[in-house]
Structures are given as structure tokens and as C-alpha cells.
């Protein structure tokens, strides 16, 4: 090991702490944290020199590959101009450009004014706030409560946590957020009394497929039938696109795929291309109209690095290469190549029990070859994704789930090199198995 690496790996097992990390195991004595010091397209390289693909888009956020020319030089022209400008009483160029964009995917008179703030988390905070002091403003206050889906993910700050479904990550805050009514499918939805649905400002849910909930899709056509129960209730919808968004499921939106326009729409991830952190909430003149007038009525909430005008730049820079490089349009065919080999990794391995694909978004889910699960002390997704790295891909595993999702950019060949880590991983590992 390089000496350097030791010294980053030594401090950092002093004085970091790892998000969703059980510490003890990061700081145990055989685990080699990866340090990584550059990204080039699709690649990521450790303090080691060793290069890995990075199968899951650093973590869901990036589009068109590391290090892209236009994007890093959006940014550094920016950069040179202001590098944050308030956007409590000041506006710039940048934010104003990014917002008209964003409406601009839409229908004319839907989504027409965005918020800004700084990752997924504060974009789901803003659009229930926004939906619950709607309520308090149109002569509804008695409509406070949220509506979500079991095993949703909405983001960690408390109001969102309050929606989230995934008993290992939220049972401890549970009770301290939003009054939350949890279904688990549209039949679930249709048949809560009506005294319910009367109390409830909003539905929300990720369109087309819950991620943090091991990849799991939704049946087609039930983003339009969620739709249609909102209009007829009188409740707004809420999506949370923060995975979803900017060309994952192979449409700039996956609201798209059931031509559904939201009332609040929840963007972060993709946003800047995977460069800064940078969020927004998108809302309908409707909503927008009852925050005027009195004082009082204003929206009273912010951050201190809304709109940061770096982050901005990324934006528009990632949209415009979007255009350049046909992203989407190129997209069809790798979903279909990803399609097609994830199918032969799954005829290749007893141990690949399902295959959840949407778009560019997969979940393979390993079990016994008999489809009981492993014992979840096995950690067995945790140690395919290390043997996966030994053959040069990195990617993380929700339970016994690995996730695959890299850069939109990804090639035809990269995607065979990706699948061909996942075949050695899954040849190696029944020996891993076989220990216990
Ligand atoms: C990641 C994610 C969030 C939270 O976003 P952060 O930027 O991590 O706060 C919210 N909703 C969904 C669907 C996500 O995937």
C-alpha cells in the first residue's frame, strides 16, 4: 500500500464518519477503505492507481461520466464570476435560466415555478411544506396529513424520514414528523374511508420504481391511476424523482412514461449532472397563487446555498449535453444491451433469483437456488460487490440486492465489462457461501 493511502486511510478511520456505515466494521483492522482520488467518464480510479467502473453513478447521482469537459468548464467559468450569490432578495442569471428549463419540460400552465435548495432530502421537505401550508391558506387546514407508500424512501431530514417506509432506517424516527397514512398499493389506496383521504394533503411516491426498496417497479399504468384517484380526491401528488430523474428510466422523467404531470415535483440527484449538490421543487401556478397577498402567506423557508450559482452552471451545462451528445436518444439501445445481459447473467447463475429493470435502473436480487433468502448475517450482496471490485466495479448492494446503474454515458463495452465483474463475482462467491 501506498504510503499516502495508509495516511488518508489511518485519518480518516480517526475522524470521519460514514453515512449509513456501521463504523465499527469501516474501522476494523482488515477492512481497506478505497480512497478515490480521480473519475474519468465512466471510470474511477483509488489512491492505489487500480480503476474501477462505477456501476452505481457514485451513488445515483451521475449522468454523463466524471470529469466531463463541458460541465467542469461550465463550472469553472462560473467560478470565476461569483461562486454564491444569496438568493434571499438577489437573484442571478443562472438560476433563472435553470428554472425556465425545468418548466419548459412541461406542459404550459402545470409545472411553472421552482424552488431551489440543496439535495433530495430538502426538495421532498419543501414540496410537503409547500403542500401543508397550501392547505392552511385555501381553507383546509384540516388537511395536514401525508399519504405515502410502505418501503418508500424520501431522504433523511425528519419531515421526509417521516414518510419513509423502511422500517431499518426510519423506526427511530418515526413519531417525530408529518402525520403519515402508509399504503401499499393502489387497491390499498382506493380503499381508505373517505374521513382519511379528507385529512390528507398530498400522496406521495417515486414514479416507476422504488429505489431504496431493494429496485422494485411499480405495475405499469399505476402512475396515471394515481393520477386520476388524486384528481378525483381532491389531493395532490407528490413525485419524488430524485433517482428517477434526468434520463434514469430512459425519458428525461418517469412521470413522462404515463404522460402524469405532478403538483409538486422533487428533483436533486441528477440535477447537476452528479457534480454539486443542488435541488428543486417544481409547483404549479395553482399552489404558487395562495402563498400571495398577506405577509403572513409567504413561503418561510430556505437554506443559505439555495440556487448556488456553481451548481446552477453544472445544471444547464449537464442539460446542454444532453442535446450534444443525444444522451437519451442514445439511451434505448444500452437499456436494451443491459436488457439482454442481465438476462444471460441470470440463466448463468442459479443464484440470481430476480432481475428488476427500469430503464437504466436494475436491482438483481440473489437468493438460494431453492429461493429461500440468504441469512441476512451472510452480508452475501455486500460480498459479491467486493469480489465485483477485484475485477474492477464498484457498485453497493441494498440487502441481498445489487444495484446497477451506471452513467447514462456508459458504453455498449463498458456495460459488458460491468456484467462480466458481476459473472466473476457470482462464479466466485459460492465458495464464499460454502464457508458457512
Ligand atoms: C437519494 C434519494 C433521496 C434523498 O436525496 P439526498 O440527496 O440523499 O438527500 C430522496 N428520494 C429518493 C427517491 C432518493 O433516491
Not at 440473489?366 to 450482496?381: E, I, M, N, V
Amino acid at each position: 500500500m501506498r504510503d499516502d493511502t495508509r495516511r488518508w486511510i489511518e485519518a480518516d478511520q480517526a475522524h470521519c464518519w460514514h453515512p449509513f456505515t456501521r463504523q465499527g466494521d469501516w474501522c476494523a483492522a482488515d477492512h481497506e477503505p478505497l480512497v478515490i482520488t480521480h473519475g474519468q467518464g465512466s471510470w474511477l480510479w483509488d489512491s492505489e492507481g487500480r480503476r474501477y467502473l462505477d456501476g452505481n453513478s457514485s451513488i445515483w447521482t451521475n449522468i454523463h461520466g466524471h470529469a466531463h469537459p463541458v460541465i467542469a468548464a461550465a463550472i469553472r467559468n462560473q467560478l470565476e464570476k461569483s461562486s454564491h450569490v444569496s438568493f434571499l432578495g438577489l437573484t442571478h442569471p443562472g438560476a433563472v435560466e435553470l428554472a425556465q428549463q425545468l418548466c419548459a419540460f412541461f406542459p404550459p400552465h402545470t409545472l411553472e415555478r421552482v424552488f431551489f435548495s440543496d439535495d433530495g432530502s430538502t426538495a421532498v421537505e419543501c414540496a410537503l411544506k409547500m403542500a401543508a401550508q397550501y392547505r392552511q391558506q385555501s381553507g383546509a387546514a384540516q388537511r395536514h396529513h401525508f399519504i405515502a407508500f410502505s418501503n418508500g424512501y424520501h431522504g433523511d431530514t425528519l419531515g421526509a424520514a417521516s414518510l419513509g417506509g423502511v422500517a431499518r432506517f426510519f423506526e427511530r424516527s418515526n413519531g417525530h414528523g408529518y402525520p403519515v397514512i402508509r399504503v401499499g398499493s393502489m387497491n390499498e389506496l382506493r380503499a381508505l374511508p373517505a374521513e382519511t383521504v379528507e385529512k390528507s394533503a398530498a400522496v406521495v411516491i417515486e414514479p416507476l420504481i422504488q429505489g431504496v426498496n431493494e429496485m422494485r417497479p411499480w405495475p405499469p399504468g399505476m402512475l396515471a391511476d394515481l393520477r386520476a384517484w388524486c384528481d378525483a380526491t381532491g389531493t395532490h401528488l407528490i413525485l419524488d424523482e430524485v433517482m428517477t430523474g434526468f434520463g434514469r428510466t430512459g425519458k428525461m422523467f418517469a412521470c413522462q412514461h404515463e404522460n402524469v404531470v405532478p403538483d409538486f415535483l422533487c428533483l436533486a440527484k441528477g440535477l447537476t449532472g452528479g457534480t454539486l449538490p443542488l435541488a428543486a421543487t417544481l409547483t404549479t401556478g395553482t399552489i404558487y397563487a395562495a402563498f400571495l397577498g398577506a405577509p403572513e402567506r409567504a413561503f418561510y423557508y430556505g437554506h443559505s446555498y439555495t440556487a448556488n450559482p456553481l451548481g446552477c452552471a453544472a445544471a444547464l451545462a449537464s442539460l446542454e449535453v444532453f442535446q450534444q451528445e443525444q444522451t437519451l436518444e442514445l439511451l434505448q439501445a444500452k437499456i436494451d444491451h443491459l436488457r439482454a445481459g442481465l438476462a444471460a447473467l441470470k440463466a448463468a447463475h442459479p443464484m440470481v433469483h430476480d432481475v428488476r429493470q427500469c430503464g437504466f435502473i436494475a436491482g438483481i436480487e440473489l437468493r438460494h437456488p431453492d429461493g429461500r433468502k440468504f441469512p441476512s448475517a451472510w452480508r452475501t450482496g455486500e460480498a459479491i460487490c467486493l469480489a465485483a471490485r477485484t475485477h474492477g466495479l464498484l457498485t453497493r448492494p441494498i440487502l441481498d440486492t445489487l444495484v446497477l446503474m451506471p452513467p447514462l454515458s456508459t458504453t455498449h463495452a463498458e456495460l459488458d465489462h460491468t456484467l462480466a465483474a458481476l459473472d466473476a463475482a457470482l462464479t466466485e462467491i459460492p465458495d464464499v457461501i460454502s464457508g458457512h
